[in-house]
C-alpha cells in the first residue's frame, strides 16, 4: 500500500506549481488535481515549449503517468475542450491519459454569467474573480443543485440543465445582467460530447485501488493556502479547500493515506485580484520584481501583485497543511538586488508578532521586516547545488530556520531544467 503525496501552492497562487510537479512527475504513476479548475493556470516549460494548463494535472506531458481530474474539481466543458485539442496536436494521447471523476462538478455558461454580475455589483469591493464561474458553480455544489459529469450520461440530462440554467436566469434577472446565452450553449454542448468520449470513472476507487497496489500518487493543488476558503484572506478567496485537506475530500484518499506534503512558495510573494497583502510593494522595487518576474497571470493576464517573503504567512500555510518539506521558486528573480527584505513579524494593533492573525488587512497589520544580503549574481545557468553563490545558501538556511522545514528544491528559472536538488 503506498501513500498520495500532496503538493500545493502556501501563498497566493501562481508559485510555481506546474512546473515541478512536471519535473516530479517521472516519480510517480498518477497524478491527481483535487480542488479548483479552469481559474488555475499552471505553467510547463521544456524543450523550448512553453505550456499552460488550466484542468488539465501537469503531468500529461509525462509518456507514463496517468493523470486524474478529480471529485473536487469543477470543470468548464469549453475550456476543457480547447485544453485537450491543443494537447492532442502538440501529439500527447490524451484518451489514453486522462480520467475524469464522475463527480466532478459542471461549470454552465450560467455560472459564468453569475460571476460575472456577482462581481460587476460588488464595485469596488470585487474579489478579483478571475470570472471562470468558479464561485457560482461551487455555490451550486453545496446548494445541492451542481450539475456532475456523471449526468451527462443520464437520459435527463438535458431536462437538469435547463431547471438549473432557469434558475440562474432568475438570479441574473435580480442582477438585471444582460446577456445572450445562444452565444456559449452551442460550444458547451459540443464540449460535453467530446467529454463523453473520455474515461469517466469513479476516481475514489480507481486511486484507492491503485494505491492498494503500490502505484505512486501525486495530488496537485490549485490556488494557494492563503486563497482558501477556510483559511485564506476572506472574502477575498476562491471558494474550494486549497489546503492539503481538500486532496482527502477532492479525491476520496483518506487523511491516514497521506504521504509527504510539499509546500510550494516563490522567495517573495505575489497577488492578483483583490485582498489584504502585507508585504506588498507598490513601489519601483515591487515594479521590478514584476517585470523580471514576467508576474502576469497566466489565465487572465492581469498584472500581479508583487511583495517580499512573507514569513508569519509561511508559517500559517506550513502548519495548516502539514508540509513535510518545501520547494523555493524563482530565487533567479532576485538576482538583481543587493539587500533583500524578508518579513518576521506583524505590528498588529500595536503589538508585535509572529504569527498570521484573524484580520490582515493594512489598517490593522505592518509588516517588520529584517534585511538579508542578495546574491547579485546570476543563477539561471545553474546545474547543482554546490554552485549556489553562499548568499543565497543562507537566504534558504535563514527560512528553513524560521519556519522549521527544510527547502528540498531551488528553482532558478520556468524551464524542467533550471531546477536544483539539495
Ligand atoms: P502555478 O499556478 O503555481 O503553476 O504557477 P504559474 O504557472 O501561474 O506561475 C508561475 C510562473 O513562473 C510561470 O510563468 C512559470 O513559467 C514561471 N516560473 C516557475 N518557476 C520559475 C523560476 O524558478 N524562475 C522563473 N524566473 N520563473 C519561474
Ligand atoms: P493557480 O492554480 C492565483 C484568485 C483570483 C481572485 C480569487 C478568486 O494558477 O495558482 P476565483 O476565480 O477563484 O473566484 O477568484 O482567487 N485566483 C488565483 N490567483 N492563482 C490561481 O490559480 C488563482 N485562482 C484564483 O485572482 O483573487
Ligand atoms: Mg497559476
Request: charged share 25%; net charge neutral; aromatic share 8%.
Amino acid at each position: 500500500m503506498s501513500k498520495s503525496d500532496v503538493l500545493l501552492g502556501l501563498q497566493w497562487g501562481d508559485e510555481g506549481k506546474g512546473k515541478i510537479v512536471d519535473v516530479l512527475t517521472p516519480d510517480y504513476d498518477i497524478i491527481a488535481r483535487f480542488q479548483g479548475g479552469p481559474n488555475a493556470g499552471h505553467t510547463l516549460e521544456f524543450n523550448g515549449i512553453k505550456h499552460v494548463l488550466h484542468t488539465i494535472p501537469s503531468g500529461i506531458f509525462h509518456p507514463t503517468a496517468l493523470n486524474i481530474v478529480g471529485n473536487g474539481v469543477v470543470i468548464d466543458p469549453i475550456i476543457f475542450k480547447k485544453e485537450i485539442d491543443a494537447l492532442v496536436k502538440m501529439g500527447v494521447d490524451v484518451k489514453a491519459k486522462l480520467l475524469i471523476s464522475k463527480r466532478a462538478h459542471l461549470i454552465l455558461p450560467t455560472h459564468r454569467l453569475l460571476d460575472a454580475a456577482s462581481e460587476a455589483s460588488k464595485g469596488k469591493n470585487k474579489i478579483g474573480s478571475t470570472l471562470k464561474g468558479i464561485g457560482p458553480t461551487y455555490m451550486d455544489k453545496t446548494g445541492r443543485n451542481g450539475l456532475r459529469i456523471g449526468d451527462i450520461e443520464r437520459h435527463d440530462f438535458k431536462e437538469k440543465y435547463d431547471a438549473l440554467v432557469e434558475k440562474h436566469k432568475q438570479l441574473l434577472s435580480f442582477h438585471n445582467y444582460e446577456y445572450n446565452l445562444l452565444e456559449f450553449e452551442p460550444a458547451w454542448f459540443e464540449s460535453i460530447e467530446m467529454i463523453k468520449q473520455m474515461q469517466l470513472i469513479e476516481s475514489e476507487h480507481y486511486l484507492n485501488t491503485a494505491m492498494a497496489s503500490g502505484k505512486k500518487v501525486l495530488a496537485e493543488g490549485a490556488q494557494g493556502s492563503l486563497l482558501d476558503i477556510d483559511f485564506g484572506s476572506y472574502p477575498f478567496v476562491t471558494s474550494s479547500n486549497t489546503v492539503c485537506s481538500g486532496a482527502c475530500s477532492g479525491l476520496g484518499i483518506p487523511p491516514n493515506k497521506i504521504g509527504r506534503v510539499i509546500g510550494i512558495f516563490k522567495a517573495y510573494c505575489t497577488r492578483v485580484g483583490s485582498g489584504p497583502f502585507p508585504t506588498e510593494l507598490e513601489d519601483e522595487v515591487g515594479e521590478k520584481i514584476r517585470q523580471i518576474g514576467r508576474e502576469f497571470g497566466s489565465t487572465t493576464g492581469r498584472p500581479r501583485r508583487t511583495g517580499w517573503l512573507d514569513i508569519p504567512a509561511l508559517k500559517y500555510a506550513i502548519m495548516i497543511n502539514g508540509v513535510t518539506e518545501l520547494m523555493m521558486m524563482k530565487a533567479d528573480v532576485l538576482s538583481d538586488f543587493d539587500t533583500l527584505k524578508v518579513c518576521t513579524h506583524y505590528n498588529y494593533n500595536g503589538k508585535v508578532i509572529d504569527y498570521l492573525p484573524y484580520d490582515i488587512d493594512p489598517k490593522y497589520v505592518t509588516p517588520i521586516y529584517e534585511e538579508v544580503k542578495g546574491w547579485g549574481c546570476d543563477l539561471t545557468q545553474l546545474t547543482e547545488k554546490e554552485q549556489m553563490p553562499k548568499e543565497l545558501l543562507s537566504y534558504v538556511k535563514y527560512i528553513e530556520n524560521a519556519v522549521k522545514t527544510p527547502i528540498t528544491i531551488v528553482s532558478i528559472g520556468p524551464d524542467r531544467k533550471q531546477t536544483i536538488k539539495r
